[in-house]
């Protein structure tokens, strides 16, 4: 089992940047992957990226790629979300997760994070 704990989230201007940064309890192994979610109210909860611990492979939803970094703390515990040019649309609840499989769907993560508030609004 793992504890995830999410921080980094609030409200930002469009255009503007954060970093979300998710912090594990325990070691990640390479064998795991670890990704971000959002949701936004009303809607299902949506891949945004996602890191294979192990190779440090990256994949970014559509929607993001270009504006949005993922990256790991070295051989640490934690991962990162760098977010540039947000957009109202990328308004949401943003969660961590980690599973032991490479995908973009939600049922294939094992563990998650309560989640964090990002709102991106003039």
């Known amino acids: 089992q793992v504890r995830l704990t999410e921080s980094g989230g609030g409200a930002v201007q469009p255009g503007g940047s954060l970093q979300l940064s998710c912090v594990a309890d325990r070691r990640i192994y390479s064998s795991n992957f670890m990704a971000w979610f959002r949701q936004a109210p009303g809607k299902e909860r949506e891949f945004v990226a996602r890191i294979a611990w192990g190779f440090g492979h990256k994949r970014y939803a559509d929607s993001v790629n270009g504006r949005f970094t993922i990256a790991k703390d070295g051989p640490g515990n934690a991962i990162f979300l760098q977010m540039n040019s947000l957009k109202p649309e990328d308004t949401a609840v943003y969660h961590c997760?980690?599973?032991?499989?490479?995908?973009?769907?939600?049922?294939?993560?094992?563990?998650w994070g309560r989640g964090i508030q990002v709102t991106v609004s003039s």
């Open positions: 997760a980690i599973g032991r499989q490479s995908s973009n769907w939600h049922g294939d993560y094992d563990y």
